[in-house]
């Protein structure tokens, strides 16, 4: 059995969760809170109903190399979460759980997990998984602030300074 590794992320929005999770809902936002070096492209037309079973595919570029990827909605609970699981893509297995929870009227805290196993265990997940993984979920943080925050945090010194 392949090992699994798991990742978990959270942040704050400052919108009401009916609004964060209606941005989560369109597809197409997927690729403005991707970084631009995957090269990912939404191949399936726009717009997308996302339900259970919802189908989209992906193409992307990974290390340079191109990559596609299909998904499936296997959880729709809206505006509290949705799951989206890889069926055929780089992974040996995905599963990312969007978990949306109601802070107050204006405040949304987003929660990802993300369950993965890669082909070829943990020298390759060490090696050229993690740190990617990683790093995705860092840029995604950051234009999440920058999209749907109304006053993002400040991520790096101004730049007269």
Not at 46 to 57: C, E, R
Not at 68 to 77: E, S
Not at 84 to 111: A, C, M
């Amino acid at each position: 059995m392949a090992k699994k590794y798991k990742l978990k992320y959270e942040q704050i929005i400052e919108q009401p969760i009916e609004k964060v999770f209606d941005f989560f809902s369109r597809a197409e936002n997927l690729e403005r809170i991707t970084p631009h070096w995957l090269k990912f492209k939404i191949i399936t037309p726009i717009p997308i109903k996302m339900q259970v079973g919802t189908l989209i595919d992906y193409k992307l570029k990974i290390k340079g190399f191109p990559v596609k990827w299909r998904t499936a909605i296997t959880n729709w609970d809206p505006p509290y979460e949705f799951n989206d699981e890889q069926l055929k893509g780089p992974y040996r297995s995905w599963v990312h759980r969007h978990h949306f929870v109601k802070l107050s009227e204006n405040e949304t805290k987003v929660i990802d997990t993300i369950e993965y196993s890669v082909w070829g265990g943990s020298f390759i997940n060490w090696l050229l998984v993690s740190r990617d993984v990683q790093s995705i979920f860092k840029f995604r943080k950051v234009a999440l602030d920058a999209l749907l925050n109304p006053y993002p945090p400040m991520t790096s010194p101004l730049p007269w300074k």
